[in-house]
């Protein structure tokens, strides 16, 4: 079965500064990858996903992410952080042919520093 | 406009009372879901409907029934609500075939 470790319960960052959220997945073949966002009393968005060919994928405002599949990992990435990018985030792993079905990670806060 | 819309946002109920979550999309999608999220943020499938039949149902209790009356609807109805099931429900959808998920902006269910 599929699963998800997210090591970084929560983050501080200083507006700016460069980020990267860790993701860890577990899945025999190569499994759809997604990071999700959060906000305070919202819904989530997706922010990116990965489903096959290049390894370093781009979402929205302005983040990335990249497949490293030696190391299991699909890490987000963003160069300068915003103020309004604190919030919550979440990496979700997939896997073909099971009904849509996605495993979420426990998610990682983010807080950003002014 | 909203693509998947949840009602009610808020839900303060006491003990033993039924309830019922109403989710509409409106994106063409042909399968919509149930998540729950507890008091540590932490996301769990309970149920999924593709195409108004159910797919996944992940351990819920019987206590909770969805219903898909097509497949732009998925309605959640709790019976016998318990303090255990406070926490914040989220419907989403999705195309069948691995895309990402669309969610809807939850519904917090409080139970005194």
């Known amino acids: 079965a599929q699963s998800v470790t997210q090591p970084d319960i929560h983050i501080t960052v200083s507006e700016g500064a460069s980020l990267e959220l860790r993701c860890n997945y577990s899945y025999g073949a190569t499994p759809y990858l997604f990071w999700y966002v959060q906000s305070p009393g919202q819904g989530l968005q997706l922010l990116l996903k990965?489903?096959?060919?290049?390894?370093l994928v781009q979402g929205i405002k302005g983040f990335e992410a990249e497949f490293k599949r030696s190391q299991s990992s699909f890490n987000l990435r963003k160069p300068s952080v915003h103020w309004s990018d604190a919030a919550e985030y979440f990496c979700?792993?997939?896997?073909?042919?099971?009904?849509?079905?996605?495993?979420f990670g426990t998610g990682t806060s983010l807080t950003v520093i002014p | 406009d909203t693509a998947v819309s949840q009602t009610p946002k808020y839900l303060v109920t006491q003990m033993g009372n039924d309830k019922s979550i109403k989710c509409e999309q409106n994106?063409?999608?042909?399968?919509m879901y149930w998540y729950k999220q507890d008091s540590k943020k932490f996301l769990k499938i309970m149920f999924s409907?593709?195409?108004?039949?159910?797919?996944i149902n992940e351990t819920a209790p019987n206590r909770f029934s969805p219903k898909s009356p097509d497949k732009a609807h998925l309605n959640l109805h709790i019976n016998s609500l318990e303090l255990g099931d406070s926490a914040v429900y989220f419907c989403a959808s999705s195309h069948t075939g691995g895309d990402g998920y669309t969610f809807g902006s939850g519904t917090r269910l409080t139970v005194v």
């Open positions: 990965y489903f096959s060919g290049d390894t």
């Open positions: 409907y593709n195409n108004k039949e159910l797919i």
């Open positions: 979700a792993v997939g896997a073909p042919n099971t009904g849509n079905q996605f495993y």
């Open positions: 994106l063409g999608h042909d399968t």
